[in-house]
Structures are given as structure tokens and as C-alpha cells.
């Protein structure tokens, strides 16, 4: 019965070295029982799944001060739309005032779709083409905000060092705490979400933003890539467009 739930777990997406970790904890919970039967293996699998990482949720605000929050991730990964929808939670369940400041000045169009968007929500927002501008919208946000979001420009992580050490330089510019949320495709293969953190790490991230929750049937790649993370403030989106939902994902799902 453990051979045939190794074989149910690959075929939803888990890595051969998670399964057989998965496997060795079930055998040792299982072990001493007389009669093992299917639905106890899947039971204590579904147990050792939920035991094997924590979420927290993910909290906002600081404070006596307002809080920095930058959304990272490549090219293509809707950082804008989850910046947009990440502002409406704030706005209107969690009523607070946010700034967006945004340096993504490579994409065709980006301007003007952040624009659009601040409008539709009446936020304002601050550019910073270069570092050397990045104090600019916290001296304007500083007096009457609670959170700055940034919307940062996409890098692949096959795109070298380079465009991660630009980001990187653009982020130390900013002086004070800022928490690094990277965006992460549930619809992306294992190896590539590997390889995106990776690209990352040295920016140091505080918690993923997990999207296209919505458009796949397995996220065995996401757990794959968690089991062993020490990154537990986990966000999930559905739906493509701002008004999409945005909500810390329970250990059941």
C-alpha cells in the first residue's frame, strides 16, 4: 500500500526525494500497528504532509512607523496584478494607507498599467528610475502612509548575476527594514521554482506569494520546493486579473 501511494504522490508533482522522506515517516508512524490497510497509509501520509512545514500568517503594519514591502519575481509572473491585488487586501480589510513606488522601468507599458491601477484604488505613486531616487518616495509616503509597496522589475533566473545584483542595488538604497516577498508560479516546474529562489536568496526573502493557485491540478512543485524551506509566510492568489483573490492558504489546503 506505501509503493502504490509513492506512485500517487509522483504523479501529482512530488520529487523523488520528498516522496521517500514522505514514505520513511509513514513507515516509522505506521510500523507497529497489526493491520495496515490503504486508507491508513493515506491517512498518516495526509498527517505527515501537514506536520512537515508551518504557515504563519502574514502580518502587516508596523507599529508607530510604516512598513516597506517589495514584490519580486521574473518577467511575466504578474508581479504588477499581485502588487494590485496585495493593495486592495490592505485598503479595504485591512484599512490601511498604502504608496506604491514602483522601479520597473524596462517593461513596455509598466508605467502606465501601474497608473491605471493606483487610480482605480486612489493610491498614489512615486517612481524611482535610478537607486540614487529611491529615497524620493519615502520622504513623500513617510507623512501619511502605513505600508510602501514596490513594484520591482522581472528578472529569469537564467539571466545571470547581473540583473539580480542591479535589484540588489536598487534595494539598498532603502535604509530601513523591508520585507522581500517573491512571487512564485504555481504552474512553473519544480526544477525552474528551484532556480528561482536560488537566483534570489541573496536578496534574502521573507515569504512567497504563491499565484495561478487556480490554474493547475497539482502543486506537488510548491510543496516540493517548501518542504525543506525556512521561509513560512506563504500568501496564494487565484485569478488573473487585480480584483483576483489574495489569502493565507490553511494547512488543509
Known sequence: ELEKMKVELASRGLCAAVIQDLANRVHQSTKDQKSITAETIRNTTIREIRSSFSVNHMKFGVPGDFELVAILGPSGCGKTTTLVKLARLLLKELRMTVGIATMDSRRVGAKEQIEKFARVLSIPVMFAAKPTEMDRPLTMF??????????????????????????????????????????????????????????????????????CIDETANLGNLYNLMH??????ILWTSGSSPVGKIYVPDKEQ
Open 142 to 211: 513617510a507623512q501619511d502612509r502605513n505600508l510602501i509597496l514596490f513594484d520591482t522589475p522581472g528578472f529569469t533566473p537564467n539571466t545571470g548575476k547581473t540583473d539580480i545584483q542591479e535589484l540588489k542595488k536598487f534595494l539598498q538604497c532603502i535604509r530601513k527594514p523591508m520585507k522581500k516577498l517573491l512571487i512564485l508560479p504555481a504552474t512553473w516546474k519544480s526544477e525552474d521554482l528551484r532556480l528561482l529562489v536560488k537566483a534570489y536568496e541573496e536578496i534574502g526573502i521573507n515569504g512567497y506569494i504563491c499565484t
Open 228 to 233: 525543506h524551506s525556512e521561509v513560512n509566510e
